[in-house]
T-cell receptor, first 116, second 112 residues
């Protein structure tokens, strides 16, 4: 299967600071990338969908000014959590989808964010 | 009522057992069904993908879809300790957008 990487795998930051998470498709071109968050023992909740070169589409209830998504190239998308608060602590997972391979999303290993 | 229901488990079985994992859904527009395996603190890994009612087999895994009952299953034959993970069902409608709706996941524990 296709490989997606995320960096960092774990980050701890202080309340009020911003954190950037990178998502890269290593061996395919991801025309669409998705960002999810997952709380312990909970399912993946889609935050936003981004297409390369376009603005991201955010799910209802997700603050687009707080969670900034940039899909600058076919292999890189970034999620920036601005002015992080302890309630933003979660497991953030990205996935990529190749053009023409609809519904086959390949997930990154996730980034654990802890806000103190 | 949530769109996708999945028993969180844990489901504990001995090595070699046949495992049955299930999800029910309420949205009749769902047409595409996936099963993912997620190890602790890792991202989900796509196991099976199907879009029609009936069975689809891949090695020790069989995915079954019953659209009339809005019920999908994943069977694992000859289960191994390495199969211990959380299994997530996911589904999507045919809207042209590939957003997935996930179940909560079932934790499976296979003991040697």
């Amino acid at each position: 299967g296709a490989v997606v990487s995320q960096h960092p795998s774990w980050v701890i930051c202080k309340s009020g600071t911003s954190v950037k998470i990178e998502c890269r498709s290593l061996d395919f071109q991801a025309t669409t990338m998705f960002w999810y968050r997952q709380f312990p023992k909970q399912s993946l909740m889609l935050m936003a969908t981004s297409n390369e070169g376009s603005k991201a589409t955010y799910e209802q209830g997700v603050e687009k000014d707080k969670f900034l998504i940039n899909h600058a190239s076919l292999t890189l998308s970034t999620l920036t959590v601005t002015s992080a608060h302890p309630e933003d602590s979660s497991f953030y997972i990205c996935s990529g989808e190749e053009e023409g391979a609809t519904y086959e999303q390949y997930f990154g290993p996730g980034t654990r964010l802890t806000v103190t | 009522q949530k769109e996708v229901e999945q028993d969180p488990g844990p489901l504990s079985v001995p090595e070699g057992a046949i495992v049955s994992l299930n999800c029910t859904y309420s949205n009749s527009a769902f047409q595409y069904f996936m099963w993912y395996r997620q190890y602790s603190r890792k991202g989900p890994e796509l196991l099976m993908y199907t879009y029609s009612s009936g069975n689809k087999e891949d090695g020790r895994f069989t995915a079954q879809v019953d659209k009339s009952s809005k019920y999908i299953s994943l069977f694992i034959r000859d289960s191994q300790p390495s199969d211990s993970a959380t299994y997530l069902c996911a589904m999507s409608d045919y809207s042209g957008y590939s957003t997935l709706t996930f179940g909560k996941g079932t934790m499976l524990l296979v003991s040697p």
